[in-house]
């Protein structure tokens, strides 16, 4: 049965690398099995964890929020650094927050750290709430140091930009300052009439993973646990607390409550996934993309037929139907799922890549198996001689892009990316990311060096676990009896694994 009393606004998630332990399919499970209707990912300036978040929340049966944390510098002051969280209405603060999000990265990296400044907040405003972020935002860290006046300048003007879409941050997770903030937040919300919203910055799900997180926190910061220099920015409280223990937590402003399922409310975006979005690749005039792409193709096939075999042989007119025949029944499925474009481009850039010397692999993978590709100089195999199934690489029951498998000389492959960004358009072309994430031996070395345990327990525990591609802890314990027995006479050693085991993966 859901309980629409609260809905938690502020969560991280592991995608945001510098803290959260939260697991996204744990998320929604646990948010579901709360009775909530919704919940919100607030990760650290990105969206990586979106599509996974929106998966896993529908299949969950609750609402999914997107929105994320931003660190934010003053124009005026840049040295002035806080916290502003924004939440997605709809598609157009979804665009918004991605601008923002990017810019952040491109422009406003500093010692390290990616910022967006209040200027570009203001500018790209709509369609997205504002949480105050507490104590950590501007209002809450003036409030906090007793400049009232200054406060409720920044608030109002914060009121002008974003109206009645910005909500003073409520927090009670046992940090300091947090009950006087909430005293002279409330009294100036009052003031500007400004509404507030309670919210309980989650780190992770369940309270006693708190250690574990803090020692996610040391890895990070290469210190170790008991460091007393070490700062403590986190409480055991910062966990998805359920709708009762809130209600009981805010008994006192239950307004700040109400409007948590209010937000929820008024945030209504799906994100549209399967649709493939390409660049225009340039047709002549006069032709359509249909007749440019089959024109091309079987002039490639042309060229390649004239390297390949004699024309004066009698077997080749066979061969050449052969070659033909193949040719547009690839073509009639490419055009029948809407890629020729894909093909074009692809062809561009490892023809422009050959006209400067950039030495291309011949391909591999299953787009080798493409005569289209052969034609147009993408491959250099040719996929007939071999018996190549262009099944594999393209197949109309089985919808997905296809995928080239190019491979440049790493001395050109800046160029290529940079002759492809400045002919397509900086916006549409991206790089990868690739997530590291804890394996099982590297996990064990990590957590043992920020509990302060020694080198040669960690190595003893570490080389314990098979070298094995895929290995797990819990498959470690299973197919290894010496590190049970090990783990069983010894105490260090079974705290450096119970840790290690929360924070695999």
Known sequence: MLNESFVHLRVHSEYSLVDGLVRVKDLCKHTAALGMPAVALTDLCNFYALIKFQKAAQGAGIKPIYGSDLLLRDDDDPEQISTLCLLVQNETGYHNLTDLISRAYLEGQWQG????????????SEGLIALSAGRDGDVGQLLVSGKRELAEARLSRWLSVFGDRFYLELQRTGRPYEEDYIHDAVALAAKLSCPVVATNDVRFIHSDEFEAHEARVCIRDGRVLDDPRRPRNYSDQQYLRSTEEMLELFSDIPE??????????????TVKLGTYYLPEYPIPEGMTQEQFFRELCHKGLDERLDFLFDRAAPSFADTEKEYRARLDFELDIILQ??????????????????????PVGPGRGSGAGSLVAYALKITDLDPIEYDLLFERFLNPERVSMPDFDVDFCMDGRDQVISYVADNYGRDAVSQIITFGTMAAKAVVRDVARVQGKSYGLADKLSKLIPFEVGMTLSKALEQEPALKEFLEADE??????DMAEQLEG
């Open 337 to 358: 799922m809407g890629f020729p474009g894909y093909f074009l481009i692809v062809m561009d850039f490892i023809q422009w890549a050959k006209d400067h010397d950039i």
């Open 492 to 497: 260090q050693a079974q705290e450096i694994w």
């Open 113 to 124: 750290k990616a910022y967006v400044y209040r200027s570009w907040v203001e500018q790209q």
């Open 256 to 269: 700040a409550l109400e409007n948590s399922v209010e937000i929820a409310r008024r945030c209504n975006l």
